[in-house]
């Protein structure tokens, strides 16, 4: 909903989302833990809420669009790759091209004709010298319908400070989690692909074994 908001600026210039933290143990609406520890919304706040996103929408008549969202005063240009992934691993390109996003505004960065393709996900990915790479990902079936099998494998990368995870087929909304430790990951809840280590940094004074 948040992505969406942001995509209709300036009709709309912003939101905000109850609540921050708590104030007791309970289960609430918080993105923060009693103790301090980070929940799914947290971590994807920070994505949703950054100031440079790509996003995709659907058109009511199924027609798929793509929008730059940039709040910050200076535009992008860098490369835009759509590519199609299926649920056993496979990747095709679908496009491949030179996009520029404007300053502080919502920018229709492309459109692709309605999608009717199951166990298959659209991925688009935004990669500039001035930003970050971004990416945004569309479902095109009701996730409950995807069948994953996904595998995941881990490996070291510096010491105890920071690992890659891996895996061989898509997954979606991979959540870290280590019992009793009270710090939190460089993200969390994240979309994974065959093609894409993600690498996760420990953030703690005192990372646990």
């Not at 600026?9 to 912003?14: A, D, E, Y």
């Not at 005063?73 to 056993?88: A, C, K």
């Not at 959540?175 to 994974?192: Q, R, Y």
């Amino acid at each position: 909903a948040v992505e969406y908001w942001r995509s209709r600026r300036p009709l709309c210039m912003g939101t905000l989302y109850w609540q921050l933290n708590d104030t007791w143990p309970a289960a609430s609406w918080s993105s923060l833990e009693y103790g301090g520890k980070w929940k799914a919304l947290h971590y994807a706040a920070a994505r949703f809420y950054a100031p440079f996103m790509i996003t995709f929408q659907r058109k009511d008549d199924g027609e798929i669009e793509l929008f730059g969202v940039n709040d910050t005063q200076q535009g992008f240009e860098g490369r835009l790759t759509i590519d199609r992934i299926g649920f056993d691993g496979s990747i095709e390109v679908l496009k491949k091209e030179t996009v520029s996003i404007a300053p502080e505004g919502s920018t229709l960065m492309v459109s692709l004709r309605r999608a009717t393709e199951q166990q298959a996900l659209v991925r688009a990915t935004f990669e500039s010298t001035r930003a970050h790479t971004t990416e945004a990902v569309l479902f095109l079936d009701e996730p409950k319908r995807c069948e994953l099998q996904g595998n995941f494998t881990f490996q070291a990368s510096h010491g105890h400070d920071s690992f890659a995870v891996m895996t061989d087929k898509p997954a979606f909304f991979v959540m870290l989690d280590i019992p009793g430790w009270d710090g939190h990951f460089s993200d969390n809840c994240f979309h994974l692909f065959p093609d894409r280590p993600k690498v996760i940094e420990l953030r703690a004074s005192d990372p646990p074994e």
